[in-house]
Protein backbone atom coordinates (compact mmCIF):
# COMPACT_ATOMS: atom_id res chain seq x y z
CA UNK A 1 0.00 0.00 0.00
CA UNK A 2 2.63 2.43 0.66
CA UNK A 3 4.70 1.71 -2.60
CA UNK A 4 1.35 2.06 -4.17
CA UNK A 5 0.78 5.53 -2.42
CA UNK A 6 4.52 6.54 -3.49
CA UNK A 7 3.68 5.58 -7.06
CA UNK A 8 1.13 7.85 -7.37
CA UNK A 9 2.85 10.73 -5.65
CA UNK A 10 5.66 10.53 -8.05
CA UNK A 11 3.22 10.04 -10.95
CA UNK A 12 1.54 13.20 -9.38
CA UNK A 13 5.00 15.43 -9.53
CA UNK A 14 5.97 14.07 -13.31
CA UNK A 15 2.33 15.41 -14.32
CA UNK A 16 2.80 18.47 -12.52
CA UNK A 17 6.32 19.02 -14.34
CA UNK A 18 5.03 18.17 -17.41
CA UNK A 19 2.13 20.68 -17.30
CA UNK A 20 4.53 23.27 -16.28
CA UNK A 21 7.17 22.29 -19.10
CA UNK A 22 4.33 22.61 -21.77
CA UNK A 23 3.27 25.89 -19.78
CA UNK A 24 6.83 27.27 -19.98
CA UNK A 25 7.26 26.21 -23.61
CA UNK A 26 4.02 27.57 -24.63
CA UNK A 27 5.07 31.56 -23.01
CA UNK A 28 8.09 30.86 -24.55
CA UNK A 29 6.63 30.27 -28.24
CA UNK A 30 3.97 33.03 -26.98
CA UNK A 31 7.26 35.24 -26.53
CA UNK A 32 8.72 34.47 -29.91
CA UNK A 33 5.57 34.92 -31.69
CA UNK A 34 4.67 38.18 -30.47
CA UNK A 35 8.34 39.04 -30.72
CA UNK A 36 8.41 38.27 -34.69
CA UNK A 37 5.24 40.24 -34.95
CA UNK A 38 6.08 43.05 -33.95
CA UNK A 39 8.56 43.39 -35.40
CA UNK A 40 7.69 44.37 -39.03
CA UNK A 41 5.07 47.32 -37.66
CA UNK A 42 7.81 48.54 -35.38
CA UNK A 43 10.73 48.71 -37.95
CA UNK A 44 8.28 50.58 -40.13
CA UNK A 45 7.64 53.52 -37.42
CA UNK A 46 10.49 53.80 -36.38
CA UNK A 47 11.85 54.54 -40.02
CA UNK A 48 9.03 56.80 -40.57
CA UNK A 49 9.93 58.55 -37.07
CA UNK A 50 13.72 59.10 -38.49
CA UNK A 51 11.89 59.99 -42.46
CA UNK A 52 9.76 62.81 -40.28
CA UNK A 53 12.50 63.89 -38.97
CA UNK A 54 14.67 64.77 -41.91
CA UNK A 55 13.63 67.76 -44.13
CA UNK A 56 10.39 66.57 -46.24
CA UNK A 57 7.31 68.30 -47.49
CA UNK A 58 3.67 68.58 -46.84
CA UNK A 59 2.81 65.98 -49.42
CA UNK A 60 5.25 63.67 -47.50
CA UNK A 61 4.17 64.44 -44.32
CA UNK A 62 0.96 63.35 -44.80
CA UNK A 63 2.11 60.02 -45.90
CA UNK A 64 4.39 59.63 -43.37
CA UNK A 65 1.66 59.95 -40.82
CA UNK A 66 -0.94 57.95 -42.59
CA UNK A 67 1.63 55.08 -42.91
CA UNK A 68 2.65 55.99 -38.47
CA UNK A 69 -1.24 55.75 -38.05
CA UNK A 70 -1.49 52.44 -39.53
CA UNK A 71 1.04 50.61 -38.83
CA UNK A 72 0.65 51.75 -34.47
CA UNK A 73 -2.53 50.29 -34.70
CA UNK A 74 -1.70 47.49 -36.12
CA UNK A 75 0.72 46.81 -33.28
CA UNK A 76 -2.35 47.83 -31.13
CA UNK A 77 -4.28 45.55 -32.41
CA UNK A 78 -1.27 42.61 -32.60
CA UNK A 79 -0.93 43.24 -28.81
CA UNK A 80 -4.38 43.17 -28.13
CA UNK A 81 -4.90 39.87 -29.78
CA UNK A 82 -2.01 38.35 -28.11
CA UNK A 83 -3.33 39.49 -24.54
CA UNK A 84 -6.79 37.65 -25.70
CA UNK A 85 -4.64 34.68 -26.79
CA UNK A 86 -2.54 34.58 -23.39
CA UNK A 87 -5.94 34.89 -21.20
CA UNK A 88 -7.62 32.12 -23.58
CA UNK A 89 -4.70 29.72 -22.44
CA UNK A 90 -4.42 30.52 -19.52
CA UNK A 91 -8.55 29.61 -18.94
CA UNK A 92 -8.78 32.99 -17.65
CA UNK A 93 -11.29 34.78 -20.33
CA UNK A 94 -14.47 35.77 -19.71
CA UNK A 95 -17.30 34.52 -21.61
CA UNK A 96 -21.09 35.67 -22.10
CA UNK A 97 -22.93 33.27 -23.21
CA UNK A 98 -26.06 34.84 -25.66
CA UNK A 99 -28.42 33.17 -28.33
CA UNK A 100 -27.46 34.27 -31.73
CA UNK A 101 -27.79 33.77 -35.30
CA UNK A 102 -24.74 32.06 -36.87
CA UNK A 103 -25.98 32.16 -40.28
CA UNK A 104 -26.11 36.19 -39.82
CA UNK A 105 -22.51 36.42 -38.02
CA UNK A 106 -21.17 34.34 -40.66
CA UNK A 107 -22.70 36.43 -43.61
CA UNK A 108 -21.70 39.44 -41.63
CA UNK A 109 -17.94 38.47 -41.00
CA UNK A 110 -18.10 37.98 -45.06
CA UNK A 111 -19.17 41.29 -45.88
CA UNK A 112 -16.45 42.69 -43.51
CA UNK A 113 -13.87 40.80 -45.61
CA UNK A 114 -15.39 41.40 -48.76
CA UNK A 115 -12.98 44.10 -50.26
CA UNK A 116 -10.00 41.91 -48.69
CA UNK A 117 -10.99 39.04 -50.30
CA UNK A 118 -11.79 40.39 -53.89
CA UNK A 119 -8.11 41.93 -53.46
CA UNK A 120 -6.77 38.54 -52.71
CA UNK A 121 -8.89 37.30 -55.95
CA UNK A 122 -11.12 34.80 -54.00
CA UNK A 123 -14.64 33.83 -54.61
CA UNK A 124 -16.51 32.60 -51.94
CA UNK A 125 -18.73 29.61 -52.27
CA UNK A 126 -22.08 30.11 -49.43
CA UNK A 127 -24.08 27.65 -48.40
CA UNK A 128 -25.94 28.83 -45.89
CA UNK A 129 -29.73 28.07 -44.52
CA UNK A 130 -32.33 30.43 -45.19
CA UNK A 131 -33.43 30.15 -42.10
CA UNK A 132 -31.50 31.45 -39.05
CA UNK A 133 -29.63 28.83 -36.93
CA UNK A 134 -29.67 29.64 -33.34
CA UNK A 135 -26.61 29.04 -31.34
CA UNK A 136 -25.77 29.56 -27.76
CA UNK A 137 -22.64 31.65 -27.63
CA UNK A 138 -19.73 35.05 -26.68
CA UNK A 139 -20.56 36.90 -30.07
CA UNK A 140 -17.54 38.73 -29.33
CA UNK A 141 -15.09 35.46 -29.45
CA UNK A 142 -17.72 34.02 -32.50
CA UNK A 143 -16.68 37.09 -34.45
CA UNK A 144 -12.46 37.16 -33.86
CA UNK A 145 -12.31 33.13 -33.98
CA UNK A 146 -14.59 34.29 -37.95
CA UNK A 147 -12.29 37.42 -38.28
CA UNK A 148 -8.85 35.42 -37.76
CA UNK A 149 -9.83 32.63 -40.13
CA UNK A 150 -10.94 34.82 -43.08
CA UNK A 151 -8.24 36.93 -42.21
CA UNK A 152 -5.82 33.64 -42.74
CA UNK A 153 -7.67 32.71 -45.48
CA UNK A 154 -6.94 36.24 -47.39
CA UNK A 155 -3.24 35.71 -46.60
CA UNK A 156 -2.61 31.91 -47.55
CA UNK A 157 -4.97 31.19 -49.54
CA UNK A 158 -3.65 30.67 -53.47
CA UNK A 159 -5.30 34.19 -55.33
CA UNK A 160 -7.97 32.62 -58.15
CA UNK A 161 -9.32 29.84 -55.73
CA UNK A 162 -12.32 29.19 -54.09
CA UNK A 163 -13.31 29.42 -50.36
CA UNK A 164 -16.21 27.46 -49.30
CA UNK A 165 -17.81 28.57 -46.20
CA UNK A 166 -21.03 26.05 -45.03
CA UNK A 167 -22.93 26.37 -41.99
CA UNK A 168 -24.95 23.80 -41.22
CA UNK A 169 -26.87 21.91 -38.25
CA UNK A 170 -25.66 18.93 -37.18
CA UNK A 171 -27.70 17.80 -33.98
CA UNK A 172 -27.41 20.28 -31.65
CA UNK A 173 -24.78 22.04 -32.60
CA UNK A 174 -24.19 24.72 -35.60
CA UNK A 175 -20.91 23.95 -37.84
CA UNK A 176 -19.58 26.65 -39.61
CA UNK A 177 -16.55 25.44 -41.76
CA UNK A 178 -13.98 27.25 -44.22
CA UNK A 179 -12.32 25.40 -46.85
CA UNK A 180 -9.58 26.60 -49.60
CA UNK A 181 -6.65 26.21 -51.45
CA UNK A 182 -4.06 27.33 -49.92
CA UNK A 183 -0.94 29.15 -51.74
CA UNK A 184 1.33 26.69 -50.04
CA UNK A 185 0.83 23.09 -49.86
CA UNK A 186 -0.99 22.57 -46.11
CA UNK A 187 -4.15 20.25 -45.13
CA UNK A 188 -5.90 22.32 -43.09
CA UNK A 189 -9.97 22.74 -42.40
CA UNK A 190 -10.66 25.73 -39.96
CA UNK A 191 -14.40 23.94 -38.00
CA UNK A 192 -15.75 26.61 -35.97
CA UNK A 193 -18.92 24.21 -33.83
CA UNK A 194 -20.91 26.08 -31.55
CA UNK A 195 -23.36 24.81 -28.85
Not at 33 to 38: A, C, G, L, M, T
Not at 62 to 80: F, I, T
Not at 183 to 190: C, D, K, Q, T, V
Amino acid sequence: ACAAQMNALAEVAIQSADRQMRSERMRTELITNVSHDIKTPLTSIINYVDLLAKPHDESQQEQYLEVLARQSMRMKKLLEDRVEMSKASSGNIPVTFMEMDAVEAVNQALGEFADPLEQAGLTVMRKTPEEPLMALCDGRHLWRVLSNCLSNVVKYAMPGTRVYVDVVKRGQKVEVSLKNISANMLNIIYIVVIH
